[in-house]
């Protein structure tokens, strides 16, 4: 399979695809090609970006030793977390997390996006393992693949910026969207998905508690 990364930068550079501004985003909203939900123009849109924040739902595994966290799949003993009563989420040294945003978004079939870690968040070494093109006609929130990388513990706060992605526009609309079935699951942004996602990451079972 291409590299997806790779394959974004073939296009910008064949002219086939243009990033929006902040005032495109806008209009881009306003016309329904895209959503946002909710939409923080203030707090959240950059001049050629947008800001996720960090939603209420997570999955943490102490440990990003491949061996250990397949253990600990299989075992069912990763709990998901609601941050939405606790407010904020402490990722430990060397730990890896499956976060979701607190927006919904809603991609026409004319429209992708790419995901990068805020720099303040990658400054402290919190990198993103996974899931960093969104695809025509994506619907729903993100689901981001996280690992600390740093000695020290890194907290998150709900609704926080955690994420930002540029917008393109292709020049043509993509004949076929993102899968029907997987639009579904993130929409529904599911307990069963978050799970989902990690099965699929390691190609194990995984026990929902």
Request: proline share 5%.
């Amino acid at each position: 399979m291409p590299d997806q990364n790779a394959l974004l930068v073939l296009i910008k550079k064949r002219g086939d695809i243009s990033l929006l501004t902040d005032g495109e985003i806008k209009q881009a909203i306003q016309s329904q090609e895209i959503q946002i939900d909710p939409f923080d123009e203030k707090r959240c849109l950059q001049p050629a970006s947008y800001d996720m924040r960090l939603g209420k739902r997570a999955l943490l595994g102490r440990t990003i030793t491949i061996e250990n966290f397949k253990k600990k799949v299989k075992e069912g003993t990763i709990e998901e977390i609601d941050l939405e009563k606790g407010n904020s989420i402490t990722i430990p040294a060397g730990a890896f997390c499956l976060l979701t945003t607190y927006e919904k978004l809603d991609f026409g079939l004319e429209y992708v996006g790419h995901i990068g870690m805020r720099s303040y968040l990658f400054r402290k070494s919190l990198n993103i393992l996974s899931g960093l093109q969104i695809g025509p006609g994506y619907k729903g929130v993100l689901i981001l693949g996280v690992c600390n990388i740093s000695p020290r513990s890194i907290t998150l706060d709900y609704c926080d910026p955690i994420c930002t992605i540029e917008i393109h526009r292709l020049a043509k609309p993509a004949v076929k969207g993102y899968p029907e079935e997987k639009t579904k699951e993130q929409q529904e942004g599911s307990e069963t998905r978050l799970a989902d996602s990690l099965r699929e990451m390691y190609h194990l079972p995984i026990t929902s508690n």
